[in-house]
Each structure stands twice: as structure tokens, then as C-alpha cells.
């Protein structure tokens, strides 16, 4: 039945190869870790089963998450305990807790060192941990209620969306020092780095935008509308995928023009999304609906609905 | 440092009104439904009407700015205890009968919430009709360390008596054919 499934798998890879040239090479997500704060839990989902196939208890209303680059470690930050949770995805237990901050929400890794990031809402700084320990070992401040953090695939340069003060911030990883700020829309929230283009996009919770911001230039490229509340942006092939979290939609975007392709119908409370490496699906927490929901890439359609916890939110990189 | 602390909770009640952007870090939901003894139609009617929230008991008086469009229409709503919530037409959809609306600036003596967006779906249920709430919100303290008046808790239990108090208002409202 296992080979059956991977079997299967394998196939719808090739296929989407066939079709069109989205698929990446890479293998498929096998496994998604989705923090569920109503739930004080985090799901592990077997994907490929498209099922969930443990809830491990976490406490502290966790939201953000985050994989070591092995995927053996899965860290979770959980504002209302104010700590940083590391759970041995193997073993599927809870391995290190430890407090940071006073309020840590985006969490991030970086994928060469290993160092874990966090972003204090209620501090408005940046800190890195010790991703065995988690005990901080440097930290920055950052702007106000800093709350998305992605890392660059070289792992030298760290962005925060500084909710509050509609920016996002540029952090080195080496010096941990601010090296520049790039406005935004009005409360960008989630920010995820599109190592293909050279950009990062941001959504913008209080304007119904994403902004893409050009790395290297350190530039605001543009704003697209999106829909309401946007929450954060994974891109797939030559498309962008922004969650709506009050449109119960997904906002699929032209990545080279930014112009709107589709308004995909999802749970309600769309919010966490990341795309499959693979290039075929991205997945999303609908925080309302308690599930993980998969859009197609080639259809534009959600092509599985798996329930988890209560109150998903899954914010950061969740798929292993 | 008890001092402290009770200065703290008095400074939170000299500033009784939430910024509309800024919130706690998690997000509560209250879920509450009743049947009513009505046609769809009917039940629709009067939730769909965002010009009058009156069918409340809290609500003493509402006043709605021209038109129906989402995101652009908004509302002030007088409590009868004296304070005033305002909020935004985020959704309607008639087809669906699905109606939502979120607060901008929120007396907190009134509600103890900030971003509290409510969300209707009226459904028929054989010869009566399902009428849902649903709400999604934050407390009322958007900084750390809220005071218990103003914590995740309060919220919740201000919210679920909130909406269950105006479920059974409009059930008794439409079902007394009023």
C-alpha cells in the first residue's frame, strides 16, 4: 500500500512535468506540520495520505513554525506561553522548550547555519537561538511588531515584516544588524523570499495588497490588490498564491505581471500557505474551517481538504 | 508594585477605545446558532438589514452611512448602557445569505474586543430556518499582559453572551411576527 501511494505520487509528478513546465525536479512534501493555537497542538499530516496521522500537545497557543534544514526538528513559537518549542519530527515528541521574549510569533531557520530566528511582537525585535539549546544568542531591534521572518536560500540575509510600522526590515545574519528598510502596504503581516525572481512579497493585512520588493535594489517593486485581509504569499511555478483570510479565498497572481489569474474558493480563514517543492500543489491553514487544504497548480482547484486542529494557523515554512 | 499594577488597569480604563489595527497575538471564535420558526427568506430580511442592529438588546441606536458595499459602508452603534461600537460592512452575499461585519473602534466597557468580525449564514432546516453567528476576534487588551477584564477569557465570555443575547432577541423578534 506505502510503495502504492509513493507509486502514485511519482506519477502525478511526471505527469505535471507532461502538462507543463511547473514541476521543479524536486521531490513532494512528504509530511506538513500545522500549528493549531485553538488547539495548543501542532498536526502532523501525512500528505501523500492526505491525512493527519498525529496531534502532538504543545500548549501556549502556538502559531509560527519552522524546520531545521534536516527536517528532523520542528520549532514552533507560541506567543502566549512566550516560548520556542522544538519537537524531534522523527519521534514526534517535544524534545526542548525554552522562553523567549515576551511575545514570539514568526519564526524562521536559516537553512545553512541552522540558527533559529524569532520575531517578538510585543519587543519588536529579532532574536537568534541556539537551535539545540534555544537559548538567544544574539538579537536586534527590529520595527514595530515585527511578525513574518524568511531567510534567504544562502542564508545571509534575514527579513522581518514590521507589521506596525509598514516595513519590512533587512537583517544581516553574519553582524545581526539592521542593514536597510523597504516600505510597504499598511500592516504587512506574512513575507516570503522568491530566491527565482530575486524578490520577497509581503501581505498586506490593512490595505488588501501584497508588495513585492526587489532584493537586490532594495526596492518596492509594486502593490497588487488582493483579497481581504491577506495573510501571507507562497509562489508555484509562475504563479503567486496570497490567503484571504475574511475572503475565504486564495488570490492566484501572475508572478511576472501581478495581475489576478484566479479567486480560489478555500476554507474559511485562510491563512498559513507554502508551496509543495515539487511545484503541483500549495497548502493552506483555514484557521475557521480546521483543515489543510491543497490547491492544485495545474487546475486551480483544491484538490484535498484533510481536518486537523483547532484554529490552524501555520505561519511560516510548514512542509518537510 | 501592586500600586503599579492597579495604575496600569486604571490607565487602560482612561483609554477605553482599542486602536483598529493592533491586536493580541491570538485570535478567539465564538460559534453559536438557533432555529427559528420562520422562513429563510424572512430570517434573511431582517439580518441583511445592516441599516438597523436595533433587534440587539444592547443596541440602542445604529446609524449606517448611504449604500451596501463592502468594505465601504460602515456603522455606529449606540449601546443602551451609553458607549459606541463602529464597524464596516466586510461581506453580502444574498445568494448565500452570508452577511459579515467587523468592528473598527470599540468601546471596551461595551465589548471587551478588538477586530471582532461577525459572520451570519442563514440556512433553511426543513420547515424552519438555521440562523448562524459566528465570531472571530481579539481581546480587548492589545498590548502584553492583559489586565483579567480585558484578557482572551473576558472576550470570550462577553462575545458568547454578546451573541446568544441577540440570537434569541431575533428569534423571539421575528417568530412574535414583530
Known sequence: ?320 | MFGLVRALIALSVLLPFTAAEAHGPSRQKVVDTIEINAPADKVWAVVSNYKDFTWHPDIASSEATDGMEPEKTTRKLTFKKGGVVTDKLMAYDPDRKYISFMTAEVDLKMLPVSGYSSYFTVSPAGASTKLEWKGAFYRGYVNNNPPPELSDKAAVDAVTVFQRTGLEALKAKIENGS
Not at chain 1, 188 to 205: L, S
Request: proline share 5%; net charge negative; glycine share 10%.
Open chain 1, 1 to 320: 500500500m506505502q510503495i502504492f501511494a509513493a507509486m502514485l505520487v511519482a506519477g502525478g509528478v511526471l505527469l505535471s512535468i507532461d502538462r507543463e513546465a511547473v514541476a521543479t525536479g524536486a521531490a513532494p512534501a512528504s509530511a506538513a506540520y500545522v500549528t493549531n493555537q485553538l488547539g495548543n497542538s501542532l498536526s502532523v499530516v501525512d500528505l501523500a495520505a492526505a491525512k493527519q496521522v498525529a496531534e502532538i500537545p504543545i500548549g501556549g497557543k502556538p502559531a509560527g513554525i519552522a524546520l531545521s534544514p534536516d527536517g528532523g526538528r520542528a520549532y514552533v513559537a507560541a506567543p502566549e506561553s512566550r516560548e520556542v518549542i522544538a519537537v524531534d519530527t522523527a519521534a514526534r515528541t517535544v524534545v526542548q522548550r525554552a522562553p523567549v521574549g515576551q511575545g514570539p510569533l514568526g519564526i524562521a531557520v536559516n537553512p545553512r547555519s541552522g540558527a533559529v530566528y524569532v520575531a517578538d511582537w510585543y519587543e519588536h525585535r529579532l532574536y537568534a537561538l541556539d537551535p539545540v539549546s534555544l537559548q538567544v544568542v544574539a538579537s536586534v531591534t527590529t520595527g514595530q511588531s515585527p511578525s513574518g521572518v524568511a531567510v534567504t536560500a544562502d542564508g545571509m540575509t534575514i527579513l522581518t515584516a514590521d507589521r506596525d510600522s509598514n516595513q519590512v526590515s533587512i537583517i544581516d545574519a553574519a553582524t545581526f544588524k539592521v542593514t536597510g528598510t523597504i516600505p510597504t502596504g499598511e500592516r504587512p503581516f506574512g513575507v516570503t523570499i522568491d530566491e527565482k525572481a530575486g524578490r520577497a512579497y509581503t501581505a498586506n493585512v490593512a490595505s488588501n495588497s501584497m508588495t513585492v520588493l526587489d532584493l537586490k535594489a532594495r526596492t518596492r517593486v509594486a502593490d497588487a490588490p488582493v483579497g481581504l485581509r491577506p495573510y501571507a504569499v507562497a509562489r508555484a511555478g509562475d504563479r503567486l498564491f496570497v490567503t484571504n483570510q475574511h475572503g475565504e479565498s486564495v488570490s492566484v497572481l501572475d508572478a511576472a505581471t501581478f495581475e489576478t489569474v484566479k479567486t480560489v474558493r478555500v476554507g474559511s480563514f485562510p491563512e498559513g500557505i507554502e508551496a509543495d517543492p515539487a511545484g503541483s500543489g500549495v497548502w493552506v491553514a483555514c484557521w475557521d474551517s480546521n483543515t489543510l487544504e491543497r490547491i492544485d497548480t495545474q487546475t486551480l482547484t483544491v484538490s484535498a481538504r484533510i481536518a486537523v486542529g483547532e484554529g490552524p494557523r501555520a505561519f511560516g515554512r510548514f512542509l518537510r
